[in-house]
């Protein structure tokens, strides 16, 4: 079926991709689309290719029709009236190296860092840019031609409201279906959740089946089971000074609920531990086999899956072998999406791999990189060679095959073609098949509307199929029925700036509160992490004693723990050789870590609430978590020396992690406790 999925729900201004969903190449030509509602005022129109773009024009429904070869598709477009405002970015000229550049130019997420698109304007002594930008975080960077290197950038929050969160709910009793939304407010906005709005919208390809329509009593809609043909699935937005992401809850004729937004419950009490391929296995060259044999080190230590960086045919294996030099032989440059790299094995010794993880208790991640392949992949080198079926494989800027900040040697894939969608829809199908999971390496490059399909081909082969997104900064909208974990962002430069002196630990709250803001619902699992594979390591940056309690604070807070390959035991390059001989206390520390979360449903599944604390300068910082009635409190200290911590309840003096007793002293409902780098302590409240 070609019907392209889901509602869309936007901003007045956004770019909404519309596309077939399986869709026939051979076909092509059979595929267009109309406009057939809009608000009034409205100027917005469409071409006539297969893939289109709706720009919504006037805030309203939008109806939007796609012809194709098994019949006509309506979808549903809610466009918002949004929210902007001015911000101006500014460097000193003196902080970029411009005397011999043509152009300065800008590069941030605001224009998906494709170089030559803004022009940064000299202002005196100064590169600035101004412009008008939804309320949130950004990094502009100011970029002398395309050398990042010499570039400065400056960091700006656009003040303003915060999104509205909601979360669905549905139930069915005595012939009833009811579906119930749960809007919250921005945290800082002045609303409650009674100021806002929900808005209900049936899924346009249930619409034909199902007898009826919805009847809505504010933040609740009804329906007579009866009424439902196969299914039925409903996506509701809370809306007030903005509007929320979406969230949906489905219902099938016999009365079964599902809720597709929700990650598997397995993922919500996973430990995820991430490698660099061709590192993992130390001074031993790495291959399937040898990483096969190294299995059970996982078991031990405790981690439920394993990322892998990524292990098909690619270019960087090949050429950089011997040094470090443009990140090593990392793979995100592919050749072959269908053949796993000569160098690592075939890919029936991958499977083999695969099942001894899954006899030992470890899921296998996939590191899908579809955002963009090598310069030298056949498609590619047919593009630049002027074959014209390959050329819109490509999308091409100047004669160049564009791409983001200045990695020319790996072009962006045009999504806008039906050959690549086909063509990387197999790949997804491939590889699904084989693996427990999908690591989506620049998620942001893609669209959402292809996200939206890997979901639903993915879940419906494997419903606990696990789909993280690299969307760097996190985007909310990609938790609408796209990706069950989120890079934790904020957290990780929180983490950066705590351990380098350049904030106080107290700022890990402030990070923590993000999620929330930025408009995550609560549903939405982040992941916490200290480093990646992109990253310098913590340790080497910041210092043992930050180390440890950054990474405590990953398994303490709410969400998925990572652990990246040599974190354990104390590695200071972020891509060489494991050191399986390294510190052996350190690997000690997270191996207590892990278990004493898998132990703890509190750790796993409680809320983070706010304690009374205080201590002497800047390195520290508590908090609790709580769950049916059990409270742990939680105080961590990112200096070099002990501190005392004093927090305005009753603790008991035992270390949940390290089972050590914990110098305390209680006063006048007080504890004061001597922190080294963490302490998790029962509360007795």
């Not at 043509?102 to 100064?126: K, M, P």
């Not at 072959?336 to 083999?352: H, K, M, N, Q, R």
């Amino acid at each position: 079926m070609h019907h392209p999925g889901p509602p869309r729900f936007a901003a007045v201004g956004d770019d909404v991709e519309l596309a077939p969903r399986s869709p026939d190449t051979d076909a092509s030509e059979d595929y267009s689309w109309s406009v057939v509602e809009a608000p009034e005022g409205s100027e917005a129109a469409l071409g006539d290719a297969a893939v289109e773009h709706l720009v919504p024009d006037e805030p309203g429904v939008y109806g939007v029709e796609l012809d194709a070869p098994d019949g006509q598709h309506r979808l549903t477009v809610r466009a918002f009236a949004g929210e902007r405002h001015p911000v101006r970015f500014e460097v000193d000229a003196d902080e970029v190296a411009h005397e011999d550049a043509d152009d300065v130019w800008v590069s941030s997420s605001f224009n998906e860092h494709v170089l030559g698109t803004i022009r940064a304007s000299r202002d005196g002594d100064a590169f600035v840019y101004e412009t008008e930008l939804p309320p949130g975080e950004y990094k502009a960077i100011f970029v002398p031609d395309d050398n990042y290197e010499d570039a400065a950038f400056e960091r700006r929050r656009v003040d303003g409201s915060d999104r509205p969160r909601i979360s669905l709910d549905a139930a069915v009793e005595d012939g009833e279906v009811r579906f119930e939304a749960t809007p919250l407010p921005g945290p800082t906005n002045d609303e409650t959740a009674a100021d806002l709005d929900v808005e209900f919208y049936v899924d346009d390809r249930d619409r034909a089946s199902f007898e009826g329509d919805l009847a809505v009593d504010g933040t609740v809609a009804t329906c007579d089971l009866d009424a439902v043909g196969d299914q039925l699935r409903v996506h509701a937005v809370a809306v007030g000074k903005r509007h929320s992401v979406a969230d949906t809850a489905a219902v099938d004729a016999d009365g079964a609920v599902d809720l597709p937004n929700d990650a598997p419950e397995w993922i919500r009490d996973a430990t995820l531990y991430s490698i660099f391929t061709r590192s993992f296995t130390g001074e031993v060259d790495a291959s399937f086999e040898a990483i096969e044999q190294r299995v059970p080190y996982l078991e031990w230590l405790g981690v439920d899956a394993l990322w892998m960086t990524p292990i098909v045919e690619a270019y960087s294996p090949t050429v950089y072998t011997d040094g470090w030099e443009w990140g090593g032989p990392h793979g995100y440059d592919t050749l072959d999406y269908f053949d796993t790299a000569s160098d690592l094995g075939t890919v029936e010794e991958f499977e083999s791999l695969v099942e001894t993880c899954h006899d030992h208790g470890v899921k296998v991640i996939f590191d899908l990189v579809i955002n963009h392949t090598s310069r030298h992949h056949p498609a590619s080198q047919f593009a630049d060679a002027g074959m014209a079926e390959y050329r819109e494989w490509y999308g091409f800027e100047d004669g160049e095959p564009a791409h983001y900040f200045n990695w020319r040697s790996i072009p962006n894939l045009n999504y806008d073609s039906l050959a690549v969608r086909e063509h990387l829809l197999d790949v997804v199908d491939f590889w699904a098949e084989k693996v427990d999971g999908f690591r989506c390496d620049v998620a942001w490059g893609v669209p959402h509307g292809f996200w939206k399909e890997v979901r639903s081909r993915t879940k419906a082969g494997d419903e606990d199929f696990f789909l993280l997104d690299e969307s760097i900064p996190r985007d909310p909208d990609a938790h609408e029925l796209e990706f069950d974990v989120h890079y934790d962002t904020p957290l990780y430069h929180a983490f950066r700036d705590i351990g380098n002196g350049d904030e106080p630990a107290s700022h890990l709250l402030d990070a923590m509160r993000e999620d929330a803001r930025q408009g995550f619902p609560p549903h939405a699992v982040q992941m916490r992490y200290v480093e990646n594979h992109d990253e310098d390591r913590y340790v080497d940056e910041c210092g043992r004693a930050a180390h440890e309690a950054a990474v405590a604070a990953t398994f303490a807070l709410p969400g998925m723990p990572m652990v990246y390959y040599g974190q354990e035991t104390g590695m200071t390059h972020f891509r060489e050789d494991m050191d399986w001989g390294g510190d052996e206390e350190l690997t000690a520390l997270h191996r207590d870590l892990i278990a004493t979360r898998d132990d703890s449903e509190l750790l796993r599944r409680g809320d983070l609430v706010d304690v009374e604390w205080s201590a002497p300068g800047d390195r520290a910082v508590a908090f609790a978590r709580e769950h049916e009635g059990e409270r742990v409190v939680v105080a961590l200290n990112f200096g070099d020396e002990p501190v005392d911590v004093t927090l305005g309840e009753h603790v008991d003096d035992t270390d949940l992690v390290t089972g050590d007793a914990v110098p305390t002293d209680q006063e006048n409902g007080e504890t004061t406790v001597t922190v080294e780098s963490f302490a998790l302590l029962e509360s007795e409240q």
